[in-house]
T-cell receptor, first 113, second 112 residues
Framework: SQQGEEDPQALSIQEGENATMNCSYK?????LQWYRQNSGRGLVHLIL?????REKHSGRLRVTLDTSKKSSSLLITASRAADTASYFC?????????????FGKGTKLSVIP | NAGVMQNPRHLVRRRGQEARLRCSPM?????VYWYRQLPEEGLKFMVY????????ESGMPKERFSAEFPKEGPSILRIQQVVRGDSAAYFC??????????FGQGTRLTVV
């Protein structure tokens, strides 16, 4: 499997529920980023967590990073129909700084009104 | 500060033609990256450029593909003699050194 692999592949929840997506990776990283992509659109940067951080919040988003398990999770609280999108994690494993992000295949989230 | 600008948004080419995709990075960003996304897939790294330099092209096919980021003007991803398998969304991203990468809206290339 490739670096930055998301789980589950698809997730369907009711509006108001929380959504949790997981990401696993293989090599040491400098940072891990989460992106959202609406169908047929570009990527929107959500949050970056550095390898020395364990948790980060941004609005309704909460990201955790466990470098010992090489995994991260993205929690979206109180989901809305507008959160329907694909979510990708991307890892930067380069030694010289952020220049090559490795993406997983994404989790397709559907929030049902 | 405008975001990363890519054009065209959609491009249709016949097999054998050339495709030129343009990317203007965010103001103040000197690092540009190109990624390709096939349907239902994540993004795959192609090439990383700084002004007038290709830093890493390990993800770019050896033939028919080339990229440049001249001193003046946008970065260009060029695909010669396109084939059906080149149909994909091509995304450009830019960043300051060791910063967050911001993506453009992408160019959707369709080869007919």
């Amino acid at each position: 499997s490739q670096q930055g692999e998301e789980d589950p592949q698809a997730l369907s929840i009711q509006e108001g529920e929380n959504a949790t997506m997981n990401c696993s990776y293989k090599t040491s990283i400098n940072n891990l980023q989460w992106y959202r992509q609406n169908s047929g659109r570009g990527l929107v940067h959500l949050i970056l967590i550095r390898s020395n951080e364990r948790e980060k919040h941004s609005g309704r988003l909460r990201v955790t990073l466990d470098t010992s398990k090489k995994s991260s999770s993205l929690l979206i609280t109180a989901s809305r129909a507008a959160d329907t999108a694909s979510y990708f994690c991307a890892t930067d494993a380069s030694g010289a700084g952020s220049y090559q992000l490795t993406f997983g295949k994404g989790t397709k989230l559907s929030v049902i009104p | 500060n405008a975001g990363v600008m890519q054009n065209p948004r959609h491009l249709v080419r016949r097999r054998g033609q050339e495709a030129r995709l343009r990317c203007s990075p965010m103001k103040g960003h000197s690092h540009v990256y190109w990624y390709r996304q096939l349907p239902e897939e994540g993004l795959k790294f192609m090439v990383y450029l700084q002004k007038e330099n290709i830093i890493d092209e390990s993800g770019m096919p050896k033939e028919r593909f080339s990229a440049e980021f001249p001193k003046e003007g946008p970065s260009i991803l060029r695909i010669q003699q396109v084939v059906r398998g080149d149909s994909a969304a091509y995304f450009c991203a830019s960043s300051p050194l060791q910063g967050e990468a911001f993506f453009g809206q992408g160019t959707r290339l369709t080869v007919v």
